[in-house]
């Protein structure tokens, strides 16, 4: 007899379809961003995580290898959903300057980043938890996607626009500290320095 699981009220099988694996990875992470907004990183277990999805424990390990692993994940994922304004503003027309930085001004006023979420310290640990083809550094490939989107010459340092997006994220995720009155005219020159960077015919 086939055994079988139960997800929110239906039944299951354990040898899942492509589909089937699909929508459950992503109620997994999606389960672990609901948790990630209720409480610290490291005071969510995986019994949780599971609970909230309806699937048993022991299942979870069809879809990811450890907590560091699906914690990767989820760190990707807010990284990607954070990304798709910005994507999609240069995917459907030839943004100006303005556009751009209104894009990416609501990025760091509106939207969370992972530093809203992890400590730097947990997310070195959940790195050097993982296996090394997972220590992935997709933020270099999104900065080259930014300079080829603004068809610009190569005089601007990757690493300098790197920079820059994490010193963005940062401020956004610490702005309890901050001047709150200053806050958004901050970000603002900070984007604005950003662009200018990137534009100039010639940098810094």
């Known amino acids: 007899m086939q055994s079988h699981l139960i997800l929110k009220g239906v039944t299951m099988p354990k040898i899942f379809s492509d589909q089937d694996r699909k929508i459950i990875k992503n109620k997994l992470l999606n389960s672990g961003l609901q948790l990630l907004e209720a ?18 424990k022991g299942t979870f390990y069809n879809f990811f290898s450890s907590k560091e692993s699906f914690f990767y994940e989820i760190i990707q994922l807010i990284k990607e959903r954070n990304r798709e304004p910005l994507i999609n503003l240069f995917s459907n027309t030839s943004p100006s300057k303005d556009e751009i ?5 609501h990025r760091y006023t509106q939207m969370k980043t ?12 959940i790195m ?5 083809e997972d220590y992935l ?9 930014l300079l080829e989107a603004f068809n610009v010459h ?18 956004q ?26 534009l100039k015919e010639e940098n810094i």
Do not use: W
């Not at 930085?101 to 001004?105: G, H, I, N, P, Q």
């Not at 190569?154 to 401020?171: F, K, P, S």
């Open 39 to 56: 409480k610290p990183y490291k005071s969510i277990s995986l019994d949780e995580v599971t609970k909230l999805t309806g699937i048993a």
């Open 101 to 105: 930085e209104t894009c990416l001004f």
């Open 114 to 125: 992972v530093y809203d979420y992890f400590t730097i310290e947990e997310i070195n640990l």
């Open 128 to 132: 050097r938890k993982l296996p090394s």
């Open 137 to 145: 550094n997709d933020s270099v490939d999104f900065a080259k996607s």
């Open 154 to 171: 190569d005089m601007c340092r990757i690493e300098v626009i790197v920079n820059m997006l994490n010193v963005l994220a940062l401020t």
């Open 173 to 198: 995720a610490n702005r309890s500290i901050l001047n709150a009155t200053a806050y958004d005219q901050t970000i603002h020159l900070m984007v604005h320095t950003l662009t200018d960077y990137i």
